[in-house]
C-alpha cells in the first residue's frame, strides 16, 4: 500500500464532494502552484492567472457533485481549468488565445536588461518567447507534459484521444516549438 | 530503425523511457544519420530548455482569497452561530501571533457559559477539539516558517489528531520547504507511526529526503518501528553513494545493532 492510496487527490475530492469542505484546502496547497503557472503560460497576466485559479477552485466547490473520480482528479480540474480560460477569453470578447494576448513582457520585466544576461538567461528568455508564438493548443500540451501537470494517461483522457495520440501530438508541438525558437534566436544573433 | 521510426520514438527517448533493444537501434540510427542527429539534438535542447523556465510564485493574496472563499462557503452550509463563530476566526488564513492559544482559553469560557445555559456538554467539547486541530492546519498553511513552526507545536494540544492534521503533518514532512518545520512535523507524527500509511509516506520521504538532518530523524524514527519495509530502505540507503558519509555510517551502526 502506497501514501497515495490512502490520501490521493481523487480520495479528498470525493470527500469534498460528500460535503466535507474543508479538504479542498488540501487540494487547494498541492495543485494552486501548478494550476498558477499554466494560466501563467497559457493565459497571461499574473493577476488574471490569479483571478483563473480562484475561479476554479470556486467552480469544484460548485459543481463537486459532478466529481465521479472515474478518470482521477487532474484530469478533472483541468477540464475546469480549461473551461474556465475560455469563458473568461468569450467574457473578454477575445478570439481564442493567439500569441498576441500573451504578456511575456510581463514576465520579462522583473529581468535584467538584455546586455546583462548571462547565456543561459537569455535562452530562457528566447524560449519563453517562442512558446507564447506557439498556438494555445500545443503550448498548454507542453506545459502540462513538461512540467508533469498531468501523467500522458492522464492527459490522454483529459483530451479524449490515445496515449499513442498524445505522444505524436508532444512530439509535434516540441518540432514547431523548436522551429520557432531557432528563428528568433537566428534574428537576435543577426 | 529507418528515420521515420527515429521520429516516432523521439519522444520516448527524451523522456529516457526507450526500453533497452529499442535504444540500442535507436543509437546505432544515429551514428549512421547525421540529418537525425542534428533533429533529435535540437528537439533535445528544446525540451531540457523547457524544464529549465522557473516556475513563478503566487502572490500571498491568492492563498487569502480561497481561504477566505472556503470560509464563506463554510458559513453558508452550516448556519450554526457557535460553531461559525470558531470557523471564522480559525480557518481564516491570517492568525495573529499569540491569539491562537488565547482562542482555546476563550473557548474554555464559552463552554462555561454554554454549560449553564443547558448546551449539551460533549458536543462542544468536540466543538474545541476540532477548534485546536482547525488552528494547527491553518497554521501549517502560513507562509512564515515561524508561523508554521507554531502550527506544529499546536497540534499537541490535541491529544487525538484527526486524519486531516495528520494529512498536514505529512505533506509539511515531505514538502516543507522549511528543515526545522519538517523536524518538527516528525516529530509530532511520532506517535502515529504505527499506522500503515502514515509509516509508508514516512518511508517514501526518507527516499527523497536531501537535508541530512532531516534524514537522521527520520532514520531514527522509523528505526523503532522495525517494518519490513523500513529496514529494506535504511539497507539501500546504507549503500547509496548520494547519501552523506555521516548519514550512512549511522544507517550502518543502526542496522548492525539490530542484528
Ligand atoms: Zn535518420
Known amino acids: 500500500m502506497n501514501v497515495t492510496d490512502v490520501f490521493s487527490d481523487n480520495e479528498l475530492m470525493l470527500r469534498v464532494r460528500d460535503g466535507d469542505n474543508v479538504r479542498l484546502g488540501m487540494l487547494f496547497e498541492r495543485h494552486h502552484k501548478k494550476l498558477f503557472n499554466f494560466f501563467l503560460h497559457t493565459a497571461g497576466k499574473r493577476q488574471v492567472a490569479e483571478d483563473l485559479v480562484q475561479e476554479v477552485f470556486v467552480r469544484m466547490l460548485k ?12 484530469p478533472w480540474m483541468y477540464r475546469m481549468a480549461r473551461n474556465v480560460r475560455s469563458d473568461q477569453f468569450r467574457k473578454r470578447g477575445n478570439a481564442p488565445f493567439d500569441s498576441a494576448n500573451v504578456e511575456t513582457v510581463e514576465l520579462a520585466d522583473e529581468r535584467p536588461a538584455p546586455a546583462e544576461l548571462l547565456e543561459t538567461d537569455q ?52 518540432k514547431e516549438l523548436s522551429r520557432i525558437y531557432h528563428q528568433i534566436t537566428c534574428e537576435v544573433r543577426a | 530503425m529507418n528515420c521515420e521510426e527515429i521520429s516516432e520514438l523521439v519522444y520516448d527517448y527524451l523522456n529516457e523511457r526507450l526500453d533497452a533493444d529499442c535504444a540500442v537501434s535507436f543509437t546505432v540510427h544515429m551514428d549512421g544519420c547525421a540529418e537525425c542527429r542534428e533533429q533529435v539534438s535540437d528537439l533535445q535542447h528544446t525540451w531540457t530548455g523547457l524544464a529549465d523556465l522557473p516556475q513563478e510564485e503566487p502572490s500571498s493574496e491568492l492563498k487569502a ?73 491553518s497554521l501549517l498553511q502560513q507562509d512564515s516558517v515561524s508561523e508554521r513552526l507554531r502550527g506544529v507545536r499546536f497540534s499537541y494540544q490535541s491529544a487525538v489528531y484527526d486524519e486531516e492534521v495528520i494529512i498536514a503533518l505529512i505533506d509539511a514532512v515531505g514538502y516543507d520547504k522549511s528543515v526545522n518545520v519538517r523536524l518538527a512535523a516528525i516529530d509530532a507524527l511520532k ?69
Not at chain 1, 493548443?137 to 490515445?162: G, N, P, T, V, W
Not at chain 2, 463552554?111 to 443547558?118: F, K, L, P
Open chain 1, 123 to 174: 535562452s530562457i528568455g528566447l524560449l519563453r518567447t517562442a512558446l507564447a508564438q506557439l498556438p494555445i493548443e500545443k503550448r498548454e500540451l507542453l506545459i502540462m507534459a513538461r512540467f508533469e501537470l498531468l501523467k500522458q494517461d492522464e492527459i490522454a483522457s483529459l483530451l479524449d484521444c490515445s496515449v499513442a495520440t498524445v505522444k505524436v501530438r508532444i512530439h509535434r508541438a516540441i
Open chain 2, 65 to 137: 482569497r480561497f481561504y477566505s472563499m472556503l470560509e464563506s462557503q463554510q458559513v453558508a452550509a452550516k448556519p450554526r452561530p457557535l460553531a461559525t463563530w470558531f470557523q471564522n476566526l480559525a480557518v481564516f488564513p491570517l492568525i495573529p501571533q499569540g491569539l491562537a492559544a488565547g482562542v482555546l482559553l476563550f473557548a474554555g469560557i464559552l463552554i462555561g457559559a454554554q454549560i449553564e445555559s443547558g448546551e449539551n456538554v460533549d458536543e462542544l467539547r468536540r466543538e474545541v477539539r476540532s477548534l485546536s486541530q482547525r488552528v494547527t492546519l
Open chain 2, 191 to 259: 506517535p502515529y507511526l504505527s499506522q500503515q500509511p502514515v509509516l509508508n509516506s514516512m518511508v517514501t520521504f526518507l527516499g527523497k529526503e536531501r537535508s541530512p538532518l532531516v534524514q537522521v530523524s527520520l532514520i531514527d524514527a522509523l528505526f523503532g518501528t522495525n517494518g519490513g519495509e523500513t529496514l529494506e530502505t535504511l539497507r539501500v540507503m546504507s549503500n547509496d553513494a548520494q547519501v552523506i558519509d555521516s548519514v550512512r555510517e549511522h544507517v550502518r551502526t543502526l542496522l548492525e545493532e539490530s542484528v
Open chain 1, 63 to 74: 459543481y463537486k457533485h459532478t466529481y465521479r473520480g472515474e478518470s482521477g482528479f487532474g
